[in-house]
Antibody, heavy 120, light 108 residues
Framework: EVQLLESGGGLVQPGGSLRLSCAAS????????MTWVRQAPGKGLEWVSA????????YYGDSVKGRFTMSRDNSKNTFYLQMNSLRAEDTAIYYC?????????????WGQGTLVTVSS | EIVLTQSPGTLSLSPGERATLSCRAS???????LAWYQQKPGQAPRLLIY???SRATAIPDRFSGSGSGTDFTLTISRLEPEDFAVYYC?????????FGQGTKVEIK
């Protein structure tokens, strides 16, 4: 059974940093790309970032490019989202998700999400 | 960036009725790399359709996807009580991936 467990969310001040983690199990981790998607309170889904199975290909959404960094550690079955220079508009539930192939395509399994609140 | 526009914003229907949801792209979605997701309150999204028309694992056959190029449709043939939710389309043909704004299917 595919399981994805996010951690690292919480309250952070504007301009601060936070690192989200997503621990994966139930599949061969290095064979699949992984994705982060967020959802602001009461709003729709916003795609944030994706990384290939090998980690050699990484994509970012325009609103986070230059501030967020996605990475993965295939030896730990875990991937990460380092978020710097956080803004109020980054407040959202952040979902981690497993893609359908080793190259970034579209997610087929999702975690339950972790809440990030950016506020003073 | 490919902009996806979903219509209608809200669809009010009764159980047993047919639902037709539209997703229009600002430019051609190559290889029909278009997915549909369902989201219920307090839950993570669930993949329904990928490749515009392929059902994901364990998705009932009352859900079907169609379309190509810039116009795509999700059809729910007969609404069950558990189908009332928000539906999103997403393109994965080009980075950055993008979602539509969602269509809410509510009970009439």
């Amino acid at each position: 059974e595919v399981q994805l467990l996010e951690s690292g969310g919480g309250l952070v001040q504007p301009g601060g940093s936070l690192r989200l983690s997503c621990a994966a199990s139930g599949f061969t981790f290095s064979d699949y790309a992984m994705t982060w998607v967020r959802q602001a309170p009461g709003k729709g889904l916003e795609w944030v970032s994706a990384i290939s199975g090998s980690g050699g290909i990484i994509y970012y959404g325009d609103s986070v490019k230059g501030r967020f960094t996605m990475s993965r550690d295939n030896s730990k079955n875990t991937f990460y989202l380092q978020m710097n220079s956080l803004r109020a508009e980054d407040t959202a539930i952040y979902y981690c998700a497993k893609d359908m192939e080793s190259r970034p395509l579209t997610p087929d399994y999702w975690g339950q999400g972790t809440l990030v609140t950016v506020s003073s | 960036e490919i902009v996806l526009t979903q219509s209608p914003g809200t669809l009010s229907l009764s159980p047993g009725e047919r639902a037709t949801l539209s997703c229009r792209a600002s430019q051609t979605v190559s290889s029909n790399y278009l997915a549909w997701y369902q989201q219920k309150p307090g839950q993570a999204p669930r993949l329904l359709i990928y490749g515009a028309s392929s059902r994901a694992t364990a998705i009932p056959d009352r859900f079907s996807g169609s379309g190509s190029g810039t116009d795509f449709t999700l059809t729910i043939s007969r609404l069950e009580p558990e189908d009332f939710a928000v539906y999103y389309c997403q393109q994965y043909a080009m980075a950055p991936r993008t979602f539509g704004q969602g269509t809410k299917v509510e009970i009439k």
